[in-house]
């Protein structure tokens, strides 16, 4: 499979290795010295696109209407998420977007949602979130926090929303589920949902040990939507 790169960072790097160890060839790499417009997007059967949420919506529309498929693994730009959608439908595209392509992390939402609703009748419990990221990380919460925090949400009665703060706990409702996002020099991701009681606590925990899994994550979601129109996640990559 031939595949375009729209990001060349370190995240960019990580994908063109595994996808070389797959039998792959990356056919572009674009970055701010190599910009999209300057591209023939059409060589590459699958484009993944990790870069910044300024950059993101043009480059996914860029794409669609170059009928190239894109897997996206940028966060912070989902409040579009509906219009994007509607382009992908009218222009018959193929789109894939994660908040994270960890396919550990994957398996931490689908555990969270059961836990979730596990502990909804059990309120003397509180919930927490924490995420932990390298400094060069640009939103916060993390894209996988926002991710466990609504699975969380959508299946426990106790929060109705989340409310984050970077560097400290935030103060928070009754109903509000609170974020602590913390940035810390060299740190791939590290997400831990705790339920604390007065006699115990619940601990819920990924911690990547490098950028190799979302790497791997990003190039197994390329193989899947390799030939397929419409808009997928991770759900149906591993058919959760």
């Known amino acids: 499979m031939k595949i375009g ?23 572009y790499k674009i970055d ?6 300057q591209v023939d997007l059409t060589v590459a059967d699958v484009a993944i696109e990790f870069t910044q949420p300024g950059l993101v919506i043009k480059h996914i529309e860029t794409c669609i209407e170059k009928q190239v498929p894109i897997v996206v693994g940028t966060t912070a730009w989902q409040s579009e998420l509906e219009r994007v ?26 555990i969270n949602e059961k836990l979730a609703a596990l502990m909804s009748s059990h309120p003397e419990y509180k919930a927490q979130i924490e995420e932990i990221h390298h400094i060069q990380k640009l939103d916060a ?22 409310k984050s703060e970077t560097g400290s706990w935030p103060e ?14 060299d740190v791939p991701g590290t997400h831990t949902i705790s339920y604390i009681s007065k006699i115990d606590t619940l601990t819920l925990s990924h911690e990547a040990h490098s950028r190799d899994g979302f790497a791997l ?20 990559v591993l058919a959760f």
């Open 141 to 162: 919460p993390s894209g996988t926090a926002v991710s466990l925090a609504q699975g969380l949400i959508e299946n426990n009665e106790n929060y109705a929303s989340w």
């Open 172 to 185: 928070v409702a009754a109903e509000e589920l609170p974020i602590q996002a913390l940035r810390e020099p």
């Open 5 to 27: 790169l729209i990001g060349y960072g370190k995240m960019g790097k990580a994908i063109e290795r595994i996808a070389l160890e797959r039998g792959h060839s990356v056919v």
């Open 217 to 236: 994550g990003s190039v197994i979601a390329a193989e899947f939507l390799f030939g397929k129109k419409g808009i997928y996640t991770m759900r149906d």
């Open 32 to 37: 701010s010295k190599n910009t999209i417009d």
């Open 85 to 110: 959608s509607r382009v992908v439908s009218e222009k018959n595209g193929s789109l894939l977007h994660a908040s994270n392509f960890s396919v550990g992390v994957n398996i931490l939402f689908n």
